[in-house]
């Protein structure tokens, strides 16, 4: 394969890391959050990261529609974990994930990028990636999650054709950054900047991790129509992120609610 990752260099800069304690390659794969999951299942310590130069499945939003990553060209890979966490608090998983992308897309690129709320990875209106984390339930506890990560990387937008699922026209690092990347240099970032987020999570100090999330966020303050999972439909102003990760919206009658899940749109400023 042309322009194959060095996987092995990105393993050498986070040695004694806890995410990225062993990095699974593959030249291709149809999801590597399946994969992650597989290991989950059989018995992985958490913090490994399984990376593919080429993806023929993943999910994008709410793990329903296609997220392909054309051959050699950009970022796929997951997570896999253990976090001590109560269902209700597994929104920080994503929010660190956003958290850890954005800073290490601008250390590593010097593009700018920002989150649309829940997952959404932007640059302006254009959407350079996503994040999805999935989770398995023992009980009450958390048994494992599988935090991933898809980055449009040496690719022109152009050829990439609408996103199935969203409005959103796409772009990449190249088209944004003005020539190729170094995708080893966006994954080691990632992985830099997921590890001591992760510590954070594992130490309690949760409101660092939904602060700097909060801070990443260019929804807020915004006109939004909020589509929920039910169907239902609500126009506000995205106004802030409650603890449980949801998004609060001030509605037309000055109300609040609370949407946990949904699709965003964002309004444009008149």
Request: hydrophobic residues 45%; glycine residues 12%.
């Amino acid at each position: 394969m042309a322009n194959r990752l060095d996987w092995q260099s990105i393993a050498g800069a986070v040695r004694g890391q806890r995410i990225g304690r062993r990095i699974v390659y593959l030249e291709t794969t149809g999801s590597t959050n399946d994969d992650a999951r597989r290991l989950a299942v059989a018995g992985e310590a958490e913090g490994t990261v399984v990376l593919a130069d080429e993806q023929t499945a993943g999910r994008g939003r709410s793990g329903k529609s296609r997220w392909l990553t054309p051959a050699g060209t950009s970022v796929a890979l997951s997570v896999f974990l253990r976090p001590p966490l109560p269902p209700d608090r597994l929104p920080l998983l994503s929010m660190l994930a956003g958290v850890a992308v954005v800073q290490a897309v601008h250390a590593s690129t010097g593009v700018r990028c920002r989150l649309k709320w829940p997952n959404d990875v932007m640059v302006g209106d254009l959407k350079l990636g996503g994040i999805l984390v999935e989770t398995a339930l023992a009980g009450a506890v958390v048994a494992y999650a599988i935090a991933g990560v898809g980055l449009n990387g040496n690719v022109g937008a152009a050829s990439l054709g609408p996103f199935p699922d969203t409005a959103l026209r796409p772009t990449s690092l190249q088209d944004q950054a003005g020539s190729p990347v170094s995708r080893e240099a966006v994954v080691t970032a990632l992985l830099q900047s997921l590890d001591p987020l992760y510590e954070d999570l594992l130490g309690g100090r949760h409101a660092i991790i939904r602060e700097r999330y909060v801070a990443s966020l260019d929804t807020l303050g915004r006109r939004v129509v909020v589509l929920d999972l039910s169907g239902g439909r609500a126009e506000g102003i995205a106004e802030d992120i409650a603890e449980s990760g949801a998004l609060i919206v001030r509605l037309p009658d000055a109300t609040r609610r609370e949407f946990a899940h949904g699709e965003v749109t964002v309004r444009p400023a008149s």
